[in-house]
Structures are given as C-alpha cells and as structure tokens.
C-alpha cells in the first residue's frame, strides 16, 4: 500500500482548486476567476485500491503586498518542502512570463519529486502544448509531464495514477472516511466569500474577507443558525456588498444559504452585515481570527 502527502502549487489562477475538487469529488476548495482567491492550506483525502493520497491545496505563489499575502505565500512555500510528491500547476492558456520563472528557481533546491501538469489543455490548440512543455522540460527536471484539464477531467486519471507510482509505501494517515482537515466554520466563510466574489465582479479584487461571528448547531427544528460578517477596506466599498435598499447583501445571502444549505444537509439562517475594517490585511488579529495561516515578518 501507498499513503503520503501531494501538494498542488502554482501562480494564481492556474486551477489548483479546480484540482483539488475534481479529484477528491468533495467541494472542498472555492473557485473564483478572480486571483488569490485561496488563502490558507487545504488538505482534501482520497483513498484507492493502492493506497491513500494526502492532496495538499496551496495559495498562488505571488508577489506579497500585505501581510496576509507573506501568510500565504509562506504557506505555499512550506508545502514544497513538506511532502512527498509535488505537482506544479501551470495555465497552458497563459503566456510564461516572470512568476513562472521564480517559481522554477524556488523548485532548484527542492528534492522532491515533481510533476508538471499543465492545466487547461481545453481552451488551447494542441499544437501550442508542445513548445510550453518543451520550455518546462528544459528549465526543471521533473520527473513527469501530463496535460490535463481540472475543468473537464482530460488525463486527471493519469496524474492520480503516477501519484500514487511516487508515493511511499504505508499505511493510511487517516481513517477511510476522512476527507478534510478544515473545520465547518472555515467552510461557512469561505462559501460566503465565494458569493460576494461572484457577485460583486470586479469591484472587490482582494479587499474582503468573511468572519463567521457565531455558529450555532442545528436547533430543535433542524436549522443551522449562521451570523457572519463581511469584511471590507474602505468605505466607498460598503455600498458596493449592500447594494441598493439591500439588493446586493440580500442575492449574496440567498446564493449562500443555498450552497450552505446543501453542505450541511439542513435549512440553514444565515444573517449578513458588513463591516468596515481599515487596512485588514495588514492585521495580525484579524488574519489570526480567519485562521490564514504563515509567519509573519
């Protein structure tokens, strides 16, 4: 038998998340078209006939601006060095520039076996994969190539097989119905996130964040009671998540106590406010109250 840690690591955007859910089969990881939009460490676990993988879920390796993206890079980093098999997720649909280059200089040093999987073979012509893969394979010594697509499925198969091909023997880490290391409350902020990203298009890049304020278990009548607020920046940012007489505030609840709803098997009451807190991301206490894990310096 096989059992060990993969890790997924890539420049914003490259559809780790995307990954992570496809192979696992469990939303674990919300997806967003918008960059950063991981923040910590997701671990998602999945058992086969050979053995059990450890997928380890990173946030994209950018250059950091605040305090929460030194967090979150150093999360990424410290994935590269303590697993045993790395998979470096690569956009084939997006031209290789500097990021990629760091990225490829940050792998020299590392020992671990490392797989390309370059991501989104979907949206591009087959004749333009060649030249990509040929530029990775001259610039790192991975020990593997796949094309895939995270989106439609194309050789996900293929890449869980060598996984498993890298991995050590042992035994399983975790029991047979394990499937994530995050708590409930991680996952309530993070669907609500996921909605005012959607929603709110382009007017909140990375200005906002979620806090679950209270959680209260299923009642007497089976229903989850959620309260949670909405963190922005600015003030001119307030209006945009409350929207006209409430119309936006009201669509993000509605699309999230749907998605809520069937994470938990139960009605759910999901009460909204937005709060107004001046440079966040720079915030020690306020990262630690969102568990955005990393070192801070």
Same mark, same amino acid.
């Given at each position: 038998?096989?059992?060990?840690?993969?890790?997924?690591?890539?420049?914003?955007?490259?559809?780790?998340?995307?990954?992570?859910?496809?192979?696992?089969?469990?939303?674990?990881?919300?997806?967003?078209?918008?960059?950063?939009?991981?923040?910590?460490?997701?671990?998602?676990?999945?058992?086969?006939?050979?053995?059990?993988?450890?997928?380890?879920?990173?946030?994209?390796?950018?250059?950091?601006?605040?305090?929460?993206? !030194? $967090?979150?890079?150093?999360?990424? @980093?410290?994935?590269?060095?303590?697993?045993?098999?790395?998979?470096? &997720? *690569? /956009?084939?649909?997006?031209?290789?520039?500097?990021?990629?280059?760091?990225?490829?200089?940050?792998?020299?040093?590392?020992?671990?076996?490392?797989?390309?999987?370059?991501?989104?073979?979907?949206?591009?012509?087959?004749?333009?994969?060649?030249?990509?893969?040929?530029?990775?394979?001259?610039?790192?010594?991975?020990?593997?190539?796949?094309?895939?697509?995270?989106?439609?499925?194309?050789?996900?198969?293929?890449?869980?097989?060598?996984?498993?091909?890298?991995?050590?023997?042992?035994?399983?880490?975790?029991?047979?119905?394990?499937?994530?290391?995050?708590?409930?409350?991680?996952?309530?902020?993070?669907? !609500? $996130?996921?909605?005012?990203?959607? @929603?709110?298009?382009?007017?909140?890049?990375?200005?906002?964040?979620? &806090? *679950? /304020?209270?959680?209260?278990?299923?009642?007497?009548?089976?229903?989850?009671?959620?309260?949670?607020?909405?963190?922005?920046?600015?003030?001119?940012?307030?209006?945009?998540?409350?929207?006209?007489?409430?119309?936006?505030?009201?669509?993000?609840?509605?699309?999230?106590?749907?998605?809520?709803?069937?994470?938990?098997?139960?009605?759910?009451?999901?009460?909204?406010?937005?709060?107004?807190?001046?440079?966040?991301?720079?915030?020690?206490?306020?990262?630690?109250?969102?568990?955005?894990?990393?070192?801070?310096?």
């Amino acid at each position: 038998m096989k059992a060990g840690f993969v890790s997924f690591i890539g420049r914003p955007n490259a559809g780790k998340s995307t990954l992570l859910n496809r192979i696992v089969g469990h939303k674990l990881a919300i997806v967003s078209d918008k960059p950063q939009t991981t923040r910590t460490r997701i671990v998602g676990v999945k058992n086969y006939s050979e053995g059990q993988v450890v997928f380890v879920d990173t946030p994209g390796v950018h250059k950091p601006a605040h305090r929460m993206n !030194v $967090r979150m890079v150093d999360v990424a @980093l410290d994935a590269m060095r303590e697993v045993d098999v790395l998979t470096l &997720v *690569v /956009d084939a649909s997006v031209a290789t520039g500097p990021g990629d280059r760091h990225l490829l200089t940050l792998l020299k040093d590392v020992k671990t076996p490392a797989i390309l999987a370059l991501n989104k073979v979907d949206v591009i012509a087959k004749a333009k994969l060649l030249p990509i893969l040929d530029w990775y394979r001259n610039a790192h010594s991975f020990v593997e190539f796949v094309p895939i697509s995270a989106a439609d499925g194309t050789n996900v198969d293929v890449l869980e097989r060598l996984f498993l091909q890298y991995l050590p023997e042992g035994d399983p880490l975790y029991p047979p119905d394990y499937v994530t290391d995050q708590p409930e409350r991680f996952f309530v902020a993070e669907i !609500v $996130r996921e909605q005012v990203l959607r @929603l709110t298009h382009d007017e909140l890049p990375f200005s906002t964040a979620v &806090v *679950v /304020d209270r959680f209260e278990e299923p009642d007497a009548d089976m229903v989850v009671n959620l309260y949670c607020t909405i963190l922005v920046e600015r003030e001119s940012q307030k209006p945009i998540v409350i929207g006209r007489a409430g119309a936006m505030i009201k669509k993000i609840g509605t699309a999230a106590r749907t998605e809520l709803e069937r994470f938990f098997g139960a009605r759910v009451y999901l009460d909204l406010h937005v709060k107004v807190r001046s440079e966040w991301r720079d915030d020690v206490r306020a990262l630690d109250e969102m568990g955005l894990q990393g070192r801070d310096r």
